[in-house]
Structures are given as structure tokens and as C-alpha cells.
Antibody, heavy 116, light 110 residues
Framework: QGQLVESGGGVVQPGRSLRLSCAASGFTFSSYAMHWVRQAPGKGLEWVAVISYDGKNIYYADSVRGRFTISRDNSKNTLYLQMNSLRAEDTAVYHC?????????WGQGTTVTVSS | QSVLTQPPSVSAAPGQRVTISCSGSGSNIGSNFVSWYQHLPGTAPKLLIHDNNRRPSGIPDRFSGSKSATSATLGITGLQTGDEADYYCETWDSSLSAVVFGGGTKLTVL
């Protein structure tokens, strides 16, 4: 089965930072690539970043590259997203997702609102 | 604009069949598997189709997927009111080194 639970969202001012966490359970976390996907209000799903099972390969969407950092701690079964220099357009629900050929397990999401 | 193009909305009556198209290019749909998701805002998206046409366990055979060249299609038969949701196609883009989603299609069951 497997479960993913995000946390760390909230309201933050433009230019500030926030770190999201995603706790995994019910599967061997260290065997899977993990992703962050977001949905801004009234918009569609937007892929944010991916980290390989061992943390050695990382890719970002152009919209967040240089500002966001994805990481993982396989000893804690936890995925992270460090978000710096936040902008209003980063306001969204952020989901973490496991990829096994496709996104087969998703978290419910955590809401990030960037506003002054 | 999304890399993958979907119609913004489709509609059909209960019991009818509907198809949702997803158009891309050689660097994404043309060279990688396509997946489809059902999403109700505020909830976790649900995987319906992976590897172009394979259903995960628990997904009814009313849902089907196909791919031809640089386009993919999701089909839903025997429409139910519970099928009202947003539907997204997704694949890997080898040129962008990024996952790409379609813009989403809102399904209304009249």
C-alpha cells in the first residue's frame, strides 16, 4: 500500500523561506524516486522536482530551479523541499508522490501561501 | 501553456462514453510512457492508467488508455456522476529532463 503525509505548509511573506516534509510509511522508501508536484489555485498540476532513490540524481522545473532544493533522509523515511526566495506565484498545494513508472502514491498535500 | 495539450473540458450523459485527448511531441509522448490521473481539488490525485494502457489494480475496466505517435487518449465508458473530476495526462520529457503534465480536462457528467 503505502502512505505519504506532507507537513510544513503555511503563510509566508514574499522572499522568505519554508521547508516542507513528506513522511513515508508502508513501503521501502529508499527504493523509490520521489517527487514534489504542486497545484496553484485555479490551475492544473505542475511538477516541481524529483530526487532519485539514493539522492544522487536531482532535477527541477525551470520555475523553481535555483530557489528550491529537494532532499531526502532514507534513515528517516522522509522527503524534503526547502523553498527559498518565495514568490506569490509559489502559492499552491504541494503534494509529494512516489514514482514507480508513474505516480502511484500521493500525499494529500500541504498548502503554501505566499503573501505580504 | 502546458507542454502537453488537453481540451479544457468535456461532457457527456450518464452511461455514455467520453474520450480525452493529450497531444505532445517526440521528446515526451513520442518516446516515453503516458500516465493518466483523476483529481478532485483538495484531494490526492489518483492513478488511472500507466504505461500508456495499463490499469492499476482496483481501477475498473471502464477506464482505458491508448497512445499513437505523439498523442494519447483516455477513454471512459459507462459514465457515472462520480466520474466528475479533473483528468491529467503525464509523461517524462527527455529534452527538458522533466515530468510534464497536460493542462487538465474537467469532465462533466450531465
Amino acid at each position: 500500500q503505502g502512505q505519504l503525509v506532507e507537513s510544513g505548509g503555511g503563510v509566508v511573506q514574499p522572499g522568505r523561506s519554508l521547508r516542507l516534509s513528506c513522511a513515508a510509511s508502508g513501503f521501502t522508501f529508499s527504493s523509490y524516486a520521489m517527487h514534489w508536484v504542486r497545484q496553484a489555485p485555479g490551475k492544473g498540476l505542475e511538477w516541481v522536482a524529483v530526487i532519485s532513490y539514493d539522492g544522487k540524481n536531482i532535477y527541477y522545473a525551470d520555475s523553481v530551479r535555483g530557489r528550491f532544493t529537494i532532499s531526502r533522509d532514507n534513515s528517516k523515511n522522509t522527503l524534503y523541499l526547502q523553498m527559498n526566495s518565495l514568490r506569490a506565484e509559489d502559492t499552491a498545494v504541494y503534494h509529494c508522490a512516489r514514482r514507480d513508472g508513474a505516480f502511484d502514491i500521493w500525499g494529500q498535500g500541504t498548502t503554501v501561501t505566499v503573501s505580504s | 501553456q502546458s507542454v502537453l495539450t488537453q481540451p479544457p473540458s468535456v461532457s457527456a450523459a450518464p452511461g455514455q462514453r467520453v474520450t480525452i485527448s493529450c497531444s505532445g511531441s517526440g521528446s515526451n509522448i513520442g518516446s516515453n510512457f503516458v500516465s493518466w490521473y483523476q483529481h478532485l481539488p483538495g484531494t490526492a490525485p489518483k492513478l488511472l492508467i500507466h504505461d500508456n494502457n495499463r490499469r492499476p489494480s482496483g481501477i475498473p475496466d471502464r477506464f482505458s488508455g491508448s497512445k499513437s505517435a505523439t498523442s494519447a487518449t483516455l477513454g471512459i465508458t459507462g459514465l457515472q456522476t462520480g466520474d466528475e473530476a479533473d483528468y491529467y495526462c503525464e509523461t517524462w520529457d527527455s529534452s527538458l529532463s522533466a515530468v510534464v503534465f497536460g493542462g487538465g480536462t474537467k469532465l462533466t457528467v450531465l
